[in-house]
């Protein structure tokens, strides 16, 4: 186990933000994880996975983990189900391909989402009417107290939208290094009732779709809406879409009635970020090297040279504008680290 130093996180964070970190150490088994926890002469630790949903607003005087455990297991199987052991290091998109191609149906929906496995459940990444808990079983981690490495169950986790326990109650005290997920076998009844999956799948004119139809599908609208990190650098969603009170959203309807929006419950709406923050202007603009992206106004991007604190700014400018025009707090969902 090498640990490197002033090592520039420039290629391991999606947004493509050149910072260095102080130290840095490649993790390849859980073993070595938990040595390094050990480790008493490095006081302040930093997890980087797939480094797809944070964004660094400056060089870090810490020691960067960079959890790259690999595998793929079969755990059980029977005629309708097989649940499988990844490892967290495992690329998310390179494993949704290989369950398609095993005919393992579940996580069709979720392609193309970036980042790695370790972190799907730490923000129970979602899309396309499907989230991670729907075929969430457990997840192992090590707390980084004890080194211990203790399961959680599908309850223990908590999951909601675009949260869990890992967000919570748990925030920097465990680190995911597998997830097992339960997924059907054929024949398979895919979720297309998303509008946008519905459209495609119609432009293709396919009725009866078969799983990798259905991610063919989602990767279609994702390379239509959304950046390819690799040609610009991005973080997916920058903002979660907002709930609001049924008082608040009926307020919000009388003044905005062409606005989208999802019931949530007979009392809470989500209103879709990327409306508002489009209706405050933002979209497509550039300040510098620091964006909005033009097809998706929820996506912050770096068109090169622009900085964490750059982004951040930004994000400030538009939390301020959408709640002095709307009256709603907007708040984002990657993590802010420094
Ligand atoms: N909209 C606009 N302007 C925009 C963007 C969106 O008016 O610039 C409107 C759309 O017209 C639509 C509504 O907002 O009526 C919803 O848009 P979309 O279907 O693109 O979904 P979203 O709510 O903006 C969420 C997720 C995405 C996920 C999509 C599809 C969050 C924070 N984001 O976006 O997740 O891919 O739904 O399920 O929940 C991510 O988390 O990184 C991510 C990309």
């Not at 983990?65 to 755990?75: C, R, V």
């Amino acid at each position: 186990m090498k640990i490197q130093h002033n090592k520039s996180l420039k290629k391991y964070n999606t947004f493509g933000i050149e910072a260095l970190a102080s130290h840095f150490v490649e993790i390849t088994t859980i073993q070595n994880l938990q040595e390094v926890l050990q480790q008493e002469n490095y006081p302040k630790k930093i997890v980087l996975s797939g480094g797809s949903n944070m964004l660094i607003t400056n060089d870090l005087n810490a020691l960067v983990m960079h959890i790259n455990i690999k595998g793929i297991t079969i755990i059980s199987e029977d005629e309708n189900h097989v649940v499988l052991k990844i490892m967290a290091g495992e690329n998310w998109h390179e494993l949704v391909i290989w369950t398609i191609n095993q005919d393992y149906g579940g996580l069709e929906n979720l392609s193309l989402i970036p980042g790695n496995v370790g972190t799907s459940p730490i923000q129970n990444i979602g899309a396309y009417g499907v989230e991670l808990k729907d075929s969430f079983e457990s997840c192992e981690a090590i707390d980084v107290a004890t080194q211990q490495l203790i399961t959680f169950s599908k309850s223990d986790c908590q999951f909601g939208y675009r949260d869990s326990i890992f967000k919570n109650a748990g925030k920097g005290k465990y680190i995911i290094t597998s997830v097992n997920l339960k997924l059907n076998k054929p024949p398979h009844s895919p979720n297309t009732s998303y509008g946008a999956i519905e459209t495609e799948l119609k432009e293709n004119k396919i009725d009866h779709p078969t799983i990798k139809d259905v991610s063919d599908a989602v990767i279609a609208i994702r390379q239509k809406k959304l950046p390819d990190p690799i040609k610009l650098g991005n973080s997916g969603s920058f903002f979660k879409n907002p709930v609001i009170t049924k008082e608040k959203f009926i307020t919000f309807l009388d003044n905005n009635p062409d606005a989208p929006f999802y019931q949530i419950s007979e009392t809470s709406y989500k209103i879709p970020a990327g409306w508002l923050i489009e209706k405050c202007g933002f979209k497509g603009k550039r300040f510098g090297d620091a964006g909005v992206h033009k097809n998706q106004a929820l996506v912050l991007v770096n068109y090169g040279g622009a900085s964490g604190q750059e982004l951040l700014l930004l994000a400030h400018k538009i939390q301020d504008a959408v709640l002095t025009r709307f009256g709603i707090n907007i708040i984002p969902e990657v993590n802010i680290i420094s």
